[in-house]
Protein backbone atom coordinates (compact mmCIF):
# COMPACT_ATOMS: atom_id res chain seq x y z
CA UNK A 1 0.00 0.00 0.00
CA UNK A 2 2.95 1.94 0.76
CA UNK A 3 4.04 1.81 -2.48
CA UNK A 4 1.17 2.22 -4.62
CA UNK A 5 0.29 5.43 -2.58
CA UNK A 6 4.15 6.85 -3.18
CA UNK A 7 3.54 5.94 -6.84
CA UNK A 8 0.48 8.08 -7.54
CA UNK A 9 2.38 10.99 -5.59
CA UNK A 10 5.11 10.34 -8.07
CA UNK A 11 2.88 10.53 -11.16
CA UNK A 12 0.60 13.56 -9.99
CA UNK A 13 3.99 15.19 -8.92
CA UNK A 14 5.87 14.33 -12.11
CA UNK A 15 9.92 15.86 -12.02
CA UNK A 16 10.11 15.93 -8.31
CA UNK A 17 12.43 13.38 -6.60
CA UNK A 18 9.74 10.89 -5.35
CA UNK A 19 11.55 6.92 -5.83
CA UNK A 20 10.40 3.66 -3.86
CA UNK A 21 13.52 1.47 -3.45
CA UNK A 22 12.58 -2.24 -2.34
CA UNK A 23 15.22 -3.40 0.76
CA UNK A 24 15.40 -6.53 2.92
CA UNK A 25 11.41 -7.49 2.46
CA UNK A 26 9.85 -3.96 2.88
CA UNK A 27 10.04 -0.53 0.67
CA UNK A 28 12.19 2.31 0.79
CA UNK A 29 9.63 5.63 0.23
CA UNK A 30 9.44 9.40 -0.68
CA UNK A 31 6.70 10.40 -2.30
CA UNK A 32 6.28 14.34 -1.71
CA UNK A 33 7.49 16.38 1.39
CA UNK A 34 5.51 16.34 4.66
CA UNK A 35 3.87 13.10 3.43
CA UNK A 36 2.95 10.08 6.30
CA UNK A 37 4.31 7.41 3.33
CA UNK A 38 8.08 9.04 3.64
CA UNK A 39 9.53 6.32 5.56
CA UNK A 40 10.93 2.49 5.25
CA UNK A 41 8.30 -0.10 5.56
CA UNK A 42 8.25 -3.75 6.47
CA UNK A 43 12.23 -3.81 7.23
CA UNK A 44 13.32 -7.18 8.06
CA UNK A 45 10.77 -9.44 6.62
CA UNK A 46 13.35 -10.57 4.32
CA UNK A 47 16.84 -11.06 6.42
CA UNK A 48 19.23 -8.58 7.26
CA UNK A 49 20.33 -5.55 4.99
CA UNK A 50 23.53 -4.55 4.06
CA UNK A 51 25.59 -1.86 4.47
CA UNK A 52 25.38 -1.15 1.54
CA UNK A 53 21.35 -0.89 0.71
CA UNK A 54 21.24 0.99 3.83
CA UNK A 55 23.58 3.67 2.53
CA UNK A 56 21.93 3.67 -0.62
CA UNK A 57 18.52 4.60 0.83
CA UNK A 58 20.06 7.17 3.68
CA UNK A 59 21.73 8.46 0.41
CA UNK A 60 18.18 9.24 -1.47
CA UNK A 61 16.70 10.60 1.89
CA UNK A 62 19.45 12.90 2.35
CA UNK A 63 19.00 14.26 -1.47
CA UNK A 64 15.44 15.22 -0.48
CA UNK A 65 16.27 16.75 2.71
CA UNK A 66 14.25 14.11 4.66
CA UNK A 67 14.97 11.95 7.93
CA UNK A 68 14.92 8.05 7.11
CA UNK A 69 11.88 6.72 9.57
CA UNK A 70 11.79 3.17 10.10
CA UNK A 71 9.41 0.85 11.07
CA UNK A 72 10.66 -2.40 12.19
CA UNK A 73 8.61 -5.38 13.79
CA UNK A 74 9.64 -7.10 16.78
CA UNK A 75 9.50 -10.47 15.18
CA UNK A 76 12.62 -9.09 13.00
CA UNK A 77 16.09 -10.72 13.35
CA UNK A 78 17.57 -8.72 16.66
CA UNK A 79 20.56 -7.89 14.65
CA UNK A 80 18.67 -5.27 12.36
CA UNK A 81 18.03 -3.25 15.72
CA UNK A 82 21.92 -3.29 16.70
CA UNK A 83 22.55 -2.42 13.06
CA UNK A 84 20.29 0.76 12.97
CA UNK A 85 21.36 1.93 16.61
CA UNK A 86 25.17 1.37 15.23
CA UNK A 87 24.41 3.33 12.21
CA UNK A 88 22.69 6.31 14.58
CA UNK A 89 19.01 5.77 14.60
CA UNK A 90 17.02 6.30 17.29
CA UNK A 91 13.96 4.95 19.00
CA UNK A 92 11.29 7.76 18.70
CA UNK A 93 7.58 5.50 18.79
CA UNK A 94 5.93 2.29 19.24
CA UNK A 95 3.42 1.03 16.77
CA UNK A 96 0.48 -2.16 16.93
CA UNK A 97 -0.19 -4.58 13.96
CA UNK A 98 -3.48 -6.34 14.45
CA UNK A 99 -4.61 -9.06 13.03
CA UNK A 100 -8.05 -10.88 12.18
CA UNK A 101 -8.79 -14.23 10.56
CA UNK A 102 -11.57 -14.12 7.68
CA UNK A 103 -13.50 -17.30 8.20
CA UNK A 104 -17.34 -17.84 6.79
CA UNK A 105 -19.75 -14.85 6.95
CA UNK A 106 -18.91 -11.99 9.12
CA UNK A 107 -22.10 -9.73 10.89
CA UNK A 108 -22.37 -6.01 10.87
CA UNK A 109 -22.53 -4.37 14.10
CA UNK A 110 -24.29 -1.25 13.94
CA UNK A 111 -24.88 1.29 16.76
CA UNK A 112 -28.53 3.58 17.60
CA UNK A 113 -28.46 6.41 14.94
CA UNK A 114 -25.28 5.30 12.91
CA UNK A 115 -25.30 4.46 9.01
CA UNK A 116 -22.19 2.70 7.19
CA UNK A 117 -22.31 2.44 3.24
CA UNK A 118 -19.74 2.67 0.42
CA UNK A 119 -18.67 6.84 -0.31
CA UNK A 120 -19.64 7.56 -4.01
CA UNK A 121 -17.07 9.59 -6.05
CA UNK A 122 -19.91 12.27 -5.94
CA UNK A 123 -19.39 13.01 -1.78
CA UNK A 124 -15.32 12.61 -1.98
CA UNK A 125 -15.60 15.84 -0.81
CA UNK A 126 -17.23 15.59 2.11
CA UNK A 127 -15.36 11.82 2.70
CA UNK A 128 -11.93 13.77 2.74
CA UNK A 129 -13.15 16.47 4.90
CA UNK A 130 -14.45 14.47 7.39
CA UNK A 131 -11.31 11.88 7.80
CA UNK A 132 -9.13 14.78 7.53
CA UNK A 133 -10.87 16.98 10.17
CA UNK A 134 -10.37 13.64 12.26
CA UNK A 135 -6.64 12.86 11.60
CA UNK A 136 -5.75 16.73 12.63
CA UNK A 137 -7.27 16.31 16.02
CA UNK A 138 -7.02 12.69 17.34
CA UNK A 139 -8.05 10.99 20.08
CA UNK A 140 -6.10 11.41 23.24
CA UNK A 141 -6.55 7.91 24.71
CA UNK A 142 -3.03 5.87 24.62
CA UNK A 143 0.19 6.98 23.58
CA UNK A 144 0.47 10.29 21.58
CA UNK A 145 1.38 9.77 17.85
CA UNK A 146 4.54 10.61 16.95
CA UNK A 147 3.76 11.77 13.53
CA UNK A 148 1.87 15.16 12.94
CA UNK A 149 0.79 16.77 9.53
CA UNK A 150 -0.16 19.61 8.07
CA UNK A 151 -3.75 19.74 6.30
CA UNK A 152 -2.73 19.91 3.17
CA UNK A 153 -0.27 16.96 3.03
CA UNK A 154 -2.99 14.57 4.55
CA UNK A 155 -5.55 15.59 2.00
CA UNK A 156 -2.98 15.44 -1.13
CA UNK A 157 -2.57 11.75 0.82
CA UNK A 158 -5.92 10.98 0.89
CA UNK A 159 -6.48 11.55 -2.94
CA UNK A 160 -3.54 9.63 -3.42
CA UNK A 161 -4.74 6.71 -1.54
CA UNK A 162 -8.03 7.10 -3.61
CA UNK A 163 -7.31 6.58 -6.09
CA UNK A 164 -4.51 3.06 -5.52
CA UNK A 165 -6.04 -0.40 -7.26
CA UNK A 166 -8.48 -1.95 -4.52
CA UNK A 167 -9.31 1.04 -2.34
CA UNK A 168 -13.01 1.16 -0.91
CA UNK A 169 -14.19 4.30 0.81
CA UNK A 170 -16.27 3.67 3.59
CA UNK A 171 -18.40 6.90 5.40
CA UNK A 172 -20.33 7.34 8.37
CA UNK A 173 -23.49 8.96 9.28
CA UNK A 174 -24.79 9.67 12.84
CA UNK A 175 -28.66 10.39 12.95
CA UNK A 176 -28.08 11.82 9.06
CA UNK A 177 -24.59 13.84 9.57
CA UNK A 178 -21.89 12.81 8.40
CA UNK A 179 -19.74 11.95 11.26
CA UNK A 180 -16.45 9.75 9.97
CA UNK A 181 -14.75 7.92 7.07
CA UNK A 182 -12.33 5.03 6.41
CA UNK A 183 -11.16 3.04 3.66
CA UNK A 184 -10.37 -0.83 2.82
CA UNK A 185 -7.35 -1.95 0.65
CA UNK A 186 -8.24 -5.66 -0.96
CA UNK A 187 -5.13 -7.20 -2.40
CA UNK A 188 -4.35 -10.97 -2.65
CA UNK A 189 -6.74 -11.83 0.15
CA UNK A 190 -5.34 -9.24 2.54
CA UNK A 191 -7.70 -6.21 3.44
CA UNK A 192 -5.59 -3.52 5.16
CA UNK A 193 -7.48 -1.36 7.13
CA UNK A 194 -6.25 2.46 7.01
CA UNK A 195 -7.46 5.94 7.06
CA UNK A 196 -10.13 5.55 9.89
CA UNK A 197 -11.37 8.56 11.33
CA UNK A 198 -13.95 10.41 13.65
CA UNK A 199 -14.91 14.17 13.97
CA UNK A 200 -14.40 15.03 17.53
CA UNK A 201 -18.13 16.15 17.55
CA UNK A 202 -19.38 12.54 16.82
CA UNK A 203 -17.03 10.48 18.89
CA UNK A 204 -18.06 8.07 21.85
CA UNK A 205 -21.03 7.03 19.62
CA UNK A 206 -20.13 4.26 18.06
CA UNK A 207 -18.81 5.57 14.59
CA UNK A 208 -15.57 3.58 14.26
CA UNK A 209 -17.22 0.38 15.90
CA UNK A 210 -19.55 0.47 12.73
CA UNK A 211 -16.95 1.08 10.27
CA UNK A 212 -14.97 -1.41 11.61
CA UNK A 213 -17.58 -3.70 11.60
CA UNK A 214 -18.74 -2.87 8.03
CA UNK A 215 -15.14 -3.46 6.37
CA UNK A 216 -14.91 -6.68 7.68
CA UNK A 217 -17.68 -8.01 6.25
CA UNK A 218 -16.76 -6.45 3.03
CA UNK A 219 -13.54 -8.18 3.69
CA UNK A 220 -15.29 -11.44 4.46
CA UNK A 221 -17.16 -11.38 1.32
CA UNK A 222 -14.45 -10.51 -1.29
CA UNK A 223 -12.75 -13.76 0.07
CA UNK A 224 -9.73 -12.54 1.98
CA UNK A 225 -8.00 -14.23 4.99
CA UNK A 226 -7.06 -11.97 6.85
CA UNK A 227 -7.67 -8.08 7.97
CA UNK A 228 -5.18 -6.30 9.20
CA UNK A 229 -5.29 -2.62 11.28
CA UNK A 230 -2.11 -0.16 12.78
CA UNK A 231 -3.05 1.30 15.82
CA UNK A 232 -1.29 3.48 18.42
CA UNK A 233 -0.86 1.35 21.26
CA UNK A 234 -3.32 1.27 24.32
CA UNK A 235 -5.54 3.69 22.09
CA UNK A 236 -9.58 3.70 21.77
CA UNK A 237 -9.02 2.64 18.02
CA UNK A 238 -6.92 -0.63 19.24
CA UNK A 239 -9.54 -1.23 22.09
CA UNK A 240 -12.39 -1.12 19.25
CA UNK A 241 -10.34 -3.43 17.50
CA UNK A 242 -9.92 -6.32 20.00
CA UNK A 243 -13.29 -6.16 20.91
CA UNK A 244 -14.21 -6.94 17.39
CA UNK A 245 -11.98 -10.00 17.54
CA UNK A 246 -8.22 -8.61 16.27
CA UNK A 247 -5.70 -9.97 17.68
CA UNK A 248 -2.17 -8.90 18.35
CA UNK A 249 -0.02 -10.08 15.27
CA UNK A 250 3.34 -7.97 16.34
CA UNK A 251 4.84 -4.54 17.60
CA UNK A 252 6.82 -2.32 15.21
CA UNK A 253 9.10 -0.11 16.83
CA UNK A 254 9.96 3.42 14.75
CA UNK A 255 13.39 4.52 14.30
CA UNK A 256 14.34 7.92 13.07
CA UNK A 257 17.82 9.22 11.51
CA UNK A 258 17.79 12.66 10.53
CA UNK A 259 20.05 13.78 7.29
Known amino acids: MVAAASEAARRRTAGTAAFVIPIAGGVASFAEPDSP ?28 GAPVQ ?10 IGALL ?33 LSGEDEFGAWLDVVVEGHLHPDTQGMSSHEEFPREALE ?11 VRRYIALCDGVIAGGAFVRIAEGLAQFAGAATA ?3 RRRGVQTALLSARLAAAAAAGC ?11 KSQQNAQRQGFDLLYT ?7 P
Open 70 to 79: IELAHLADPA
Open 37 to 64: FNKVAGLGFGGVPGAAALEEIERAFAAC
Open 252 to 258: RVVLRKQ
Open 225 to 235: DIAVITTVPGS
Open 156 to 166: RVERDLATAAG
Open 200 to 202: PAH
Open 85 to 117: TGRGYRLISFENVLGHALTGQHDRVTPPGIEVR
